[in-house]
C-alpha cells in the first residue's frame, strides 16, 4: 500500500515538473518569436498541450512551439461557463490598496460600504449611461477618476479639469453626466489628470469606463443596467 501511494507521488511529481518545463519552453519561445508582446504570465489551460498566455490584457492560446496562435473564447458549453472571460477576470485584478485615492473624486451615498472605483471620461457615451444608472444605486463609496481620451473626445480634458477645480467636484461631475450641464467654474487648479492618464497606461486601461470593484476585479464598459450594478456590488462583498 505504501509502495503503491509513493509511486503515486512520484508520477505526480514528475508530472508537475513536466506541465512547469513545457511552460517554459513555451515562454521562452514566445518572447523569441513574438519579442514585441510583452508576456504577464503562462499557464496551462484545460485542452492537454494548449497553454494560455496572458499579453497585453489579453489572453493569447498556443502550444509549446509558439509556432501558432490562436484568439477568442474558450467555452464550457456543458457547464454553460466562458472559461477565457472567467481567467481574464482573474489575471486582470488589481490590489486596489495601491490606487492613489487623492488623484479622484470621492462621494458617498447611504452608509458607504460598499466601494467602487471608476475610471471615467466626461464625454464618453457609456460614462453617461454608466452615471443615469448609478443614481439609483444606495449604500456605497465611489472613488471616481477623471480619465480623458483626448483622441476620442478633443474637449474631454478641458471638462474634466474644470469639473476638478469646481467648488462642488461630484456635483459639478454629476451635472455634467446627467444633465450636459458644463461646469461653471472658471477658476484653475492643479489637477490629477495627467496622472492619471499615467495611471491608467499602467493598469493597461484602454477604454471608459473602467470599474473595479472592492475586491480588485475589473469591468470593462458599462453594466446594462443598474440591477447588474447591484448583484456584481453584492459579489464583491462577498468575495473581499
Same mark, same amino acid.
Given at each position: 500500500?505504501?509502495? +503503491?501511494?509513493? &509511486?503515486?507521488? =512520484?508520477?505526480?511529481?514528475?508530472?508537475?515538473?513536466?506541465?512547469?518545463?513545457? /511552460?517554459?519552453?513555451?515562454?521562452?519561445?514566445? @518572447?523569441?518569436?513574438?519579442?514585441?508582446?510583452?508576456?504577464?504570465?503562462?499557464?496551462?489551460?484545460? $485542452?492537454?498541450?494548449?497553454?494560455?498566455?496572458?499579453?497585453?490584457?489579453?489572453?493569447?492560446?498556443?502550444?509549446?512551439?509558439?509556432?501558432?496562435?490562436?484568439?477568442?473564447?474558450?467555452? *464550457?458549453?456543458?457547464?454553460?461557463?466562458?472559461? =477565457?472571460? *472567467?481567467? $481574464?477576470?482573474?489575471?486582470?485584478? #488589481?490590489?486596489?490598496?495601491?490606487?492613489?485615492? *487623492?488623484?479622484?473624486?470621492?462621494?458617498? @451615498?447611504?452608509?458607504?460600504?460598499?466601494?467602487?472605483?471608476?475610471? /471615467?471620461?466626461?464625454?464618453?457615451?457609456?460614462?453617461?449611461?454608466?452615471?443615469?444608472?448609478? %443614481?439609483?444605486? *444606495?449604500? #456605497? +463609496?465611489?472613488?471616481? !477618476?477623471? !480619465?480623458?481620451?483626448?483622441?476620442?473626445?478633443?474637449?474631454?480634458?478641458?471638462?474634466?479639469?474644470? #469639473?476638478?477645480?469646481?467648488?462642488?467636484?461630484?456635483?459639478?461631475?454629476?451635472?455634467?453626466?446627467?444633465?450636459?450641464?458644463?461646469?461653471?467654474?472658471?477658476?484653475?487648479?492643479? +489637477?490629477?489628470?495627467?496622472?492619471?492618464?499615467? $495611471?491608467?497606461?499602467?493598469?493597461? #486601461?484602454?477604454? +471608459?469606463? %473602467?470599474?473595479?470593484?472592492?475586491?480588485?476585479?475589473?469591468? &470593462?464598459?458599462?453594466?446594462?443596467?443598474?440591477?447588474?450594478?447591484?448583484?456584481?456590488?453584492?459579489?464583491?462583498? /462577498?468575495?473581499?
Amino acid at each position: 500500500m505504501i509502495k +503503491t501511494l509513493l &509511486s503515486a507521488l =512520484t508520477l505526480s511529481l514528475i508530472g508537475l515538473q513536466t506541465v512547469h518545463a513545457d /511552460s517554459k519552453t513555451l515562454e521562452q519561445n514566445f @518572447k523569441k518569436n513574438y519579442p514585441e508582446i510583452p508576456v504577464k504570465s503562462v499557464n496551462a489551460s484545460p $485542452l492537454p498541450g494548449i497553454y494560455e498566455v496572458y499579453a497585453a490584457g489579453k489572453i493569447i492560446y498556443t502550444d509549446e512551439t509558439a509556432k501558432y496562435l490562436f484568439f477568442g473564447n474558450l467555452l *464550457d458549453v456543458q457547464n454553460k461557463k466562458n472559461l =477565457t472571460e *472567467d481567467r $481574464l477576470a482573474e489575471l486582470s485584478k #488589481i490590489d486596489v490598496q495601491q490606487l492613489p485615492l *487623492d488623484q479622484a473624486i470621492k462621494y458617498v @451615498k447611504g452608509k458607504g460600504e460598499r466601494t467602487l472605483y471608476v475610471f /471615467s471620461d466626461p464625454d464618453c457615451p457609456y460614462c453617461q449611461k454608466l452615471e443615469q444608472n448609478m %443614481t439609483s444605486i *444606495d449604500n #456605497i +463609496t465611489v472613488y471616481l !477618476f477623471l !480619465f480623458p481620451l483626448k483622441n476620442l473626445h478633443p474637449k474631454a480634458e478641458a471638462v474634466a479639469n474644470k #469639473i476638478w477645480c469646481a467648488k462642488n467636484q461630484y456635483e459639478a461631475w454629476e451635472d455634467y453626466m446627467l444633465h450636459r450641464k458644463a461646469p461653471k467654474s472658471a477658476t484653475q487648479c492643479e +489637477t490629477p489628470i495627467q496622472k492619471n492618464l499615467a $495611471l491608467g497606461q499602467k493598469l493597461q #486601461i484602454d477604454g +471608459t469606463p %473602467t470599474l473595479f470593484l472592492q475586491n480588485g476585479m475589473r469591468l &470593462s464598459g458599462s453594466p446594462q443596467n443598474a440591477e447588474q450594478i447591484e448583484q456584481l456590488l453584492q459579489e464583491a462583498s /462577498s468575495k473581499k
